[in-house]
């Protein structure tokens, strides 16, 4: 699977993608479902964020934004990883706690 990169320069350019790109894989209207996310949390420090959508008939779509080296995994709604993305930037994940708290 080759890998893409993208700008992304802040939390909320994070979520659009995440939404759009996991919205596009199942052919669902990008914003008509809520996107969830959690920090994930390795040795009690903050290592990444888990976005998660549900979709109609129980669809279930998820990505994991791994902040040490800074890619986004995209999972279909079986569990197969369909895109992975390089972010040339991204905000420090320091700064997305500070936004979440």
Same mark, same amino acid.
């Given at each position: 699977m080759p890998t893409e990169t993208q700008r992304l320069d802040d939390l909320h350019a994070i979520r659009s993608y995440v939404n759009q790109t996991l919205c596009e894989k199942d052919q /669902?209207?990008?914003?008509s479902f809520p996107l969830y996310e959690r920090i994930l949390v390795r040795g009690g420090e903050p290592c990444g964020v888990y976005f998660y959508l549900y979709g109609p008939r129980s669809l279930c779509l998820t990505a994991i934004w791994e902040t040490d080296g800074?890619?986004? /995994?995209?999972?279909?709604?079986?569990?197969?990883?369909f895109r992975k993305t390089q972010?040339?930037?991204a905000p420090r994940i320091d700064d997305v706690l500070s936004l979440s708290s």
């Open positions: /669902l209207e990008t914003n800074n890619t986004i /995994l995209f999972y279909g709604s079986r569990g197969e990883r972010l040339l930037a």
